[in-house]
């Protein structure tokens, strides 16, 4: 096993406090969005025998196994993730592997540089996602049905928000959230303005089920993304309950600390909340205008006391172990790669002693076998 040094991104929207209080060290007084373990070319976790993309670039079979090189190529296919939100985040989407690949392929060909703000597509990969909460955990995933959407608008009572009310009532639920997400996204931001501020005013009134779409405006004054993220359903999981966001789904964390893995990619289109770029006729052909609701997911116990998060895809697999004192070892040996985080009490890997925030990798078919008191996450593929 190789114990994971782990780079901490200081993005803007990050609680200064949740990660340093995981890790128990001083604050910084500087926001603390996300750590990453893994091998992401952006940050990849640092090892004794280099960074773990070195590591995994000099032998990928050796380091990832066999099976896995052949399903996903010589790469790591996930990135783990400890996520900070101390503020919401953009309100986005992501491609599926053919929207990304034929995205990428168009950008590459008309010449757009991979580090232009108006680039869509970073890569060819596709980037479904899971967030587990560690502490309770605010979000936005998945459109609200069309008529829940039209209560909440209306009872805003705000006049120019009435041309939406009506369209959400007059048409069937997905061209009623087409119409209504282009017309909020696609009329000038200085004439949504108004608007926005108005909701935003009426939300902070109304309070209830209205506060967080106050907060997130309070953020973010004057985005017509305040006005989209009332399309959406908010969610508050509890420590332990996760979200899985799959392709076209749109989404948003507001608040709370949580464990996240991904497919390895950076492919992201923003609808709003953010300053970046919002290539709004891209993101129509993106996202699914299906209404859902968000899909909480609790972890499944198997017979040896390993809690699996069950998704659709391939790419990651991520489980949780709940440790006691004095249980017998667990043997966690797996034909495939793997990262084990502690988030809670002591846990003991192999020659390694884990306390919250600190990880390892397991390289293909090493042996791993965990005790203590703790809970443990276990990031691998299925492959």
């Not at 966001?245 to 989404?251: F, I, N, R, S, Y």
Request: net charge negative.
């Amino acid at each position: 096993m190789d114990r994971l040094d782990n780079t901490i991104r200081p993005y803007a929207w990050g609680s200064t406090t949740a990660i340093p209080r995981l890790l128990c060290v001083q604050p910084s007084g500087e926001p603390q969005a996300e750590m990453w373990m893994g091998a992401h070319p952006g940050a990849p976790s640092r090892t004794g025998r280099g960074t773990l993309t070195e590591v995994i670039d000099a032998d990928p079979e050796r380091e990832l196994g066999a099976r896995a090189v052949a399903r996903f190529g010589p790469r790591l296919p996930f990135l783990l993730k400890i996520l900070a939100a101390g503020a919401p985040l953009s309100l986005q989407v992501h491609p599926d592997l053919a929207q990304a690949k034929e995205g990428y392929e168009d950008e590459e060909r008309r010449g757009v540089p991979v580090d232009a703000p108006h680039r869509n597509y970073k890569d060819a990969n596709h980037k479904p996602e899971l967030i587990c909460a560690l502490t309770p955990f605010d979000g936005l995933c998945g459109f609200r049905l069309p008529g829940e959407s039209a209560r909440l608008l209306a009872g805003l009572e705000v006049d120019s928000l009435k041309p939406y009310v009506d369209l959400l009532h007059a048409h069937p639920e997905d061209a009623a959230l087409r119409e209504v997400l282009t017309a909020v996204l696609g009329t000038d931001r200085a004439d949504m303005a108004g608007t926005v501020a108005e909701a935003a005013a009426a939300c902070e009134r109304l309070g209830g089920e209205y506060a967080p779409y106050a907060e997130i405006a309070r953020h973010y004054p004057g985005d017509p993304g305040v006005i989209a993220a009332m399309l959406l359903n908010h969610v508050r999981l509890q420590p332990g309950e996760a979200l899985y966001l799959g392709a076209g789904v749109p989404h948003a964390y507001l608040s709370g600390l949580g464990v996240e893995i991904m497919a390895n990619s950076d492919n992201v289109l923003r609808c709003g909340l953010t300053p970046k770029h919002v290539d709004v006729p891209e993101l129509l052909r993106i996202v699914r205008f299906e209404a859902s609701g968000p899909g909480v997911l609790r972890p499944e116990a198997g017979p040896d006391g390993e809690e699996v998060y069950e998704t659709p895809i391939d790419e990651f697999r991520l489980s949780r172990h709940v440790l006691a004192e004095g249980a017998a070892p667990r043997d966690l040996t797996r034909a495939t790669p793997q990262i084990l985080l502690c988030t809670e009490g002591t846990v003991a890997a192999g020659e390694h002693q884990l306390r919250p925030g600190r990880s390892v990798f397991v390289p293909a078919g090493e042996k791993a076998e965990v005790s203590g008191a703790g809970t443990l996450f276990r990031a691998t593929v299925v492959a």
